[in-house]
């Protein structure tokens, strides 16, 4: 079984946030990059297909030279090889044509991407992909065993869970619940030894339609100040939820 793992390069969620060129563009300076959580429990469930059902494991990005270290973090938590399409990443449709392509040249069975990322949080990339190559797709998946072609998955629902049956090729968006925060992995030296003598095969991106642009970004409202009211004054908390709040 050949499985890709799609990884995005996304900063640390205790990096400090700041734009530039009037707010049209993010601010990258003294940002922490990571791989994208979502992704990491996809990345750590196919290295248990690694190594108890013999599959192959490649991991994918689409962006520029800095996101390499993303990948070669990959590659020392075992993955076999690594691509990267050089392009930026700044459209969501567009992305999912480059990682089609991808998937479509490397004959992949599995495609495991995050079910959104914690940058722009999306929630697109692996259902267009699923589409561009017309493959099945189950989307929010929290387990997943295969069998030959045969699949069965688990996937979180509005007040639930749901189990499906379904076959290869097959593409899953990942998230918490395919694989415990504690089976999660720590490079050690020996994997990022090895990392440096796998392949990290680079692509020159193919013409790919970009949908959308961003415009400008805007940081959230600053909290205002907080109004406190005694457990004794109902009617002064209602009268401030009603005429300052004005959520009543």
């Not at 050949?2 to 009037?22: M, Q, R, W, Y």
């Not at 190594?51 to 520029?64: L, T």
């Not at 457990?231 to 209602?238: A, G, T």
Request: charged share 25%; aromatic share 4%.
């Amino acid at each position: 079984m050949k499985i890709l793992v799609c990884i995005s390069h996304v900063p640390d969620t205790t990096s400090k946030i700041n734009f530039a060129e009037g707010d049209t563009k993010f601010d990258t300076s003294g940002v922490q990059f990571i791989i994208n959580p979502n992704d990491e429990y996809g990345l750590t469930r196919a290295m248990w297909f690694k190594e108890k059902q013999g599959a192959s494991v490649d991991v994918v990005n689409v962006g520029g030279p800095e996101t390499e270290p993303t990948l070669r973090k990959a590659l020392a938590l075992g993955a076999d090889g690594a691509i990267r399409v050089n392009t930026p990443a700044l459209d969501g449709y567009a992305v999912a044509e480059q990682l089609a392509k991808v998937v479509k040249d490397g004959a992949y069975d599995l495609v495991i991407a995050g079910r959104e990322s914690i940058d722009y949080n999306g929630g697109m990339v692996p259902g267009m992909i699923a589409g561009l190559i017309d493959a099945n797709f189950v989307n929010t998946c929290i387990s997943l065993e295969i069998d030959g072609t045969n699949v069965k998955a688990i996937r979180e629902i509005d007040g639930g869970k749901e189990t499906v049956s379904t076959s290869l090729p097959l593409v899953i968006g990942a998230q918490k619940g395919l694989v415990e925060e504690s089976d999660l992995r720590i490079p050690n030296m020996r994997g990022i030894m090895m990392a440096r003598k796998k392949p990290l095969t680079i692509l020159e991106p193919i013409e790919a339609s970009t949908e959308t642009v961003s415009v400008k970004f805007e940081k959230p409202t600053p909290k205002g100040a907080v109004t406190l009211v005694s457990p004794d004054n109902l009617d002064e908390l209602v009268n401030l939820l009603h005429n300052e709040a004005k959520v009543i």
